[in-house]
């Protein structure tokens, strides 16, 4: 069975600082693994996606996450937070045969003036 | 807009009450999910819909839900006999697979139905 772990349930941040939300899998086969963010009173937003091409994978609004099988992790970082990071999100683990997904618990960022 | 929709946006009820929910996807798209999320938790998935068939349901889906996609369109979440552990966002997404293997295509979600049960 697929799983994700989100280690941290807070984040948080000075804007202007780096990001990093780390997010460990369990997969019995090579996964496609995602990111998405929630702000509050919206809908679920894709903020990339790795699907075993490039393990350095790069989405929007400057989000990029690393896949690293060794680690079994899908860390999300960015290199500068800024007000409008400020949300919740969820590293996700897609099921093989269904596409249904598989969500974290959540990790709520944080970000200070 | 073009996105995916969903009616009604709140619903309060009494319990034992029945509710109905619904989502339209994005037109083109032939897969449907219901997903449920409560508060301070990532949303899990119920059902999903290829078309109009309904290929899986999730343990947590009770014989009180149930849902239907008729036509391969729009899909409706019926809850019967409402408990207070029904509370929860209800989210639905619609996503476009192309052949027998996806490549895990991407699911866009709706704003989802905030259900309270009282």
């Known amino acids: 069975a697929q799983s994700v772990t989100q280690l941290d349930s807070h984040v948080s941040v000075s804007e202007g600082t780096p990001v990093l939300l780390r997010c460990n899998y369990s997969?019995?086969?090579?996964?496609?693994l995602f990111w998405y963010v929630q702000h509050p009173n919206k809908g679920l937003q894709l903020l990339l996606k790795?699907?075993?091409?490039?393990?350095l994978v790069k989405g929007i609004n400057g989000f990029e996450a690393e896949f690293k099988k060794s680690e079994t992790s899908f860390h999300l970082t960015k290199p500068s937070a800024h007000m409008s990071d400020a949300a919740e999100y969820f590293c996700v683990v897609s099921d093989q045969r269904t596409d249904k997904l598989i969500f974290g618990t959540g990790t709520r960022l944080q970000v200070f003036p | 807009d073009t996105g995916v929709s969903q009616d009604p946006r709140h619903k309060i009820t009494k319990r034992g009450q029945n509710v109905t929910f619904r989502c339209d996807p994005i037109s083109e798209h032939n897969r449907l999910y219901w997903y449920r999320q409560t508060l301070g938790q990532g949303p899990e998935f119920l059902t999903y819909f290829q078309n109009e068939a309904q290929l899986e349901k999730s343990r947590l889906l009770s014989d009180r839900f149930s849902a239907e996609r008729p036509k391969g369109s729009f899909s409706t979440l019926e809850i019967q006999r409402t408990e207070q552990g029904d509370s929860a966002m209800y989210l639905c997404?619609?996503?476009?697979?192309?052949?027998?293997?996806?490549?895990?295509?991407?699911?866009?979600f709706g704003p989802g139905t905030r259900l309270t049960v009282l």
């Open positions: 790795y699907t075993s091409a490039a393990t």
């Open positions: 997404a619609s996503s476009l697979v192309l052949g027998l293997v996806s490549d895990a295509d991407e699911q866009f």
């Open positions: 997969s019995s086969y090579s996964p496609s």
